[in-house]
Each structure stands twice: as structure tokens, then as C-alpha cells.
């Protein structure tokens, strides 16, 4: 029961990483038309932070393959939830700036 459940956590994080990469992609491009400075900075921050999650998402991974099949279950929940909230703050600052 437990391997259906990675399995459909999995997909649903591939699915998450497929929307934040466009995402991040579109407030990239984008970007440039914001005219004011503060705004801007608030926007380079966001997308710095998701960049730093990229990263830290990679080493989670990495993990999550070394350990033993008893704990991953809370490490990939736990990859999943993150990947949500990365979402959610690169949605909310894509209809801040640009909707």
C-alpha cells in the first residue's frame, strides 16, 4: 500500500516540478518589464529562493534514494509539500505582477 502511495506522490511531484519550471520560466522573461526597482528586487528574491530549492529538492532526492525504503515514505511527503509551497509562492507572485 505504501508503494502506490510513493508512486502517486512521485507523479504528482514530477507533475509540480513540470508547473515550476514554467513558472519560473515565464517571471524570468518577464521580468525585465517591471518598472519599479522595489518590485523588482522582490520578484529577484523570489526567484532566488526558487532557484535554492532546486538545489535543495536535488539533494533531497539524492537522499531519498540511499535510504532505506522504511523512511522514504516521510521524505518524499516531505519533497512533495515543499514542492507545493514553491508553487504556490511562484503562482501568487506570477498574479501580483502580472494578471
Known amino acids: 500500500m505504501s508503494s502506490i ?9 514530477i507533475a509540480e516540478s513540470f508547473w515550476e519550471f514554467r513558472l519560473f ?3 524570468t522573461n518577464q521580468a525585465t518589464k517591471i518598472q519599479n526597482t522595489s518590485e523588482r528586487e522582490k ?3 523570489a526567484l532566488k529562493l526558487d532557484r535554492r530549492w532546486n538545489w535543495a529538492s536535488w539533494i533531497l532526492i539524492f537522499i531519498i ?3 532505506p525504503s522504511a523512511t522514504y515514505l516521510p521524505l518524499v511527503s516531505l519533497l512533495c509539500l515543499l ?3 514553491m ?3 511562484l ?3 506570477k ?3 502580472f494578471n
Open 83 to 85: 514542492e507545493t509551497l
Open 25 to 27: 520560466s515565464f517571471l
Open 65 to 67: 534514494f540511499i535510504t
Open 87 to 89: 508553487v504556490m509562492r
Open 5 to 13: 502511495f510513493v508512486t502517486i506522490i512521485t507523479v504528482i511531484f
Open 91 to 93: 503562482d501568487r507572485v
Open 43 to 45: 520578484l529577484a528574491r
Open 95 to 97: 498574479r501580483r505582477y
